[in-house]
């Protein structure tokens, strides 16, 4: 049996394995590339054509079970040409590459309708389709160490034109075994999730110091939102799994923010905060160039009752803005149903007491009329949406007329 022969029988094998297509297969593929027999580079090799066969799900589902050749196929001409991939592709690979399939062939029945993101659906769907590359967010005053050790390690990193902390690095760079990111020079961080922030320009609003994070969970954007308030911060990061606070409190540390931001399972009933964020769970539409295998388990039903969890968590984090303050909604979805629809809602009902605001800043993606669509792929990003909302001041006492003192009557005017 040749090389490439035996590498279609095993992830024919592993693909088997890898079923059923839910949430749970990132953990799963981790524990199958983890067999022993495999070495790191059998490992990039397998990583590279599970993740290929994940996005060409739907296409690979249509070709007969049997037929293996024609399985390869399409495998070996969508997979990326890489020294591991050398035998499969050529052993594999048409002679004459066959057309691209339609990106939006590859996405689940709803997509086109859903999407949210100010551009077409079909080039929303290719930008998520397309392999990510590495985006880490560094501390300015110590950038030029990290850099340093990039350079070191033959890395390219390009700095954003517009997020001037945003350096993009080439897909499966390991950053994280560096020393500079050991020693917290930098936090791994997609520029999309980056722009969420970025585009409040913060600085320039004085929101004030003190803001809860209602869904923290490993703690990016509370990392970020500490840095970006500065030494005064003072940020409760609320998540309800543990693990996930545990390593934001990590992460933290490492950075040397965990002065700023204190832990929580929830915000105190009553507790009044000068900003709310709600980076609020969702169905991970944005999230496809890593995570292709929620493209086969999320369904109408997933993003109905995402959006049903959304509106819950935006309505009970609305009570905790103080008056004046800022209530920031997200998610990383690109389904109306999660973004627009959501936010509409909240002021369908919400309307006496916020009023919404646009972003600060564009930062070259499309506004809607709630919000902004931080669009997949514009700068090779994940997709994000961001909606403001400001709650109204408190009325002030001379907004409302004293009440005349009973038995007398008010003095007439003078002459």
């Known amino acids: 049996m040749s090389v490439a022969h035996n590498q279609l029988r095993v992830v024919r094998e592993l693909w088997k394995r890898l079923q ?51 399985w390869a196929s399409r495998l070996a001409a969508a997979c990326a040409a890489s020294r591991e991939t050398e035998a499969f592709r050529g052993a594999f690979a048409p002679a004459t590459p066959p057309p691209a399939p339609d990106s939006l062939e590859l996405t689940p029945p709803w997509f086109a309708a859903e999407v ?119 940020i409760d990061a609320a998540d309800v799994r543990p693990a996930a606070l545990a390593e934001l409190r990590a992460r933290a540390a490492r950075a040397g923010l965990g002065g ?9 009933a009553g507790e009044r905060y000068d900003g709310v964020l709600v980076d609020a769970p969702c169905s991970g539409s944005g999230t496809w160039r890593r995570a292709p295998h929620l493209m086969a388990c999320t369904g109408d039903a997933e993003i109905a009752a995402a959006a049903r969890l959304q509106t819950l968590i935006l309505a009970e984090s609305a009570a905790h803005v103080r008056p004046g303050g800022l209530l920031v909604y997200a998610t990383c979805s690109v389904a109306r149903r999660e973004n627009e629809a959501v936010a509409a809602a909240f002021l369908a009902t919400h309307g006496g007491d916020y009023v919404s605001e646009p972003a600060a800043l564009d930062l070259g993606f499309p506004r809607l009329a709630l919000g902004l669509a931080i669009t997949p792929g514009r700068w090779d990003n994940d997709g994000f949406y961001l909606a403001i909302f400001r709650r109204r001041p408190a009325p002030r006492a001379a907004d409302f007329p004293l009440p005349e003192t009973p038995g007398r009557q008010a003095s007439p005017d003078p002459p």
């Not at 599970?50 to 296409?59: D, K, N, P, Y």
């Not at 005053?141 to 690095?169: I, K, N, S, Y």
């Open 260 to 268: 700023r931001i204190r832990t929580l399972p929830r915000a105190a």
């Open 20 to 70: 059923p297509l839910d949430r749970s297969v990132p953990t799963r593929l981790q524990g199958l590339l983890a067999d022993r027999r495999f070495g790191s580079r059998d490992r990039r090799l397998y990583r590279e054509l599970l993740f290929t066969a994940l996005r060409h799900a739907r296409l690979l589902a249509a070709a007969p079970g049997e037929d293996e050749v024609a």
């Open 116 to 234: 949210d993101a100010g551009a077409p659906a079909t080039g929303v769907a290719a930008a998520l389709l397309a392999r990510a590359p590495v985006w880490v967010r560094v501390d300015p005053a110590r950038a030029d160490h990290a850099q340093a050790e990039w350079d070191a390690r033959g890395w390219t990193a390009v700095p954003h034109p517009v997020l001037t902390a945003a350096r993009r690095l080439p897909p499966e760079t390991n950053v994280s075994a560096c020393a500079a990111y050991l020693s917290g020079h930098y936090e791994i961080q997609d520029l999309g999730s980056q722009a969420v922030l970025a585009a409040l320009d913060l600085p320039a609003r004085g929101p004030g110091p003190r803001w809860l994070d209602a869904c923290a969970g490993a703690g990016g954007k509370t990392l970020q939102l500490a840095a970006l308030l500065g030494p005064a911060a003072r």
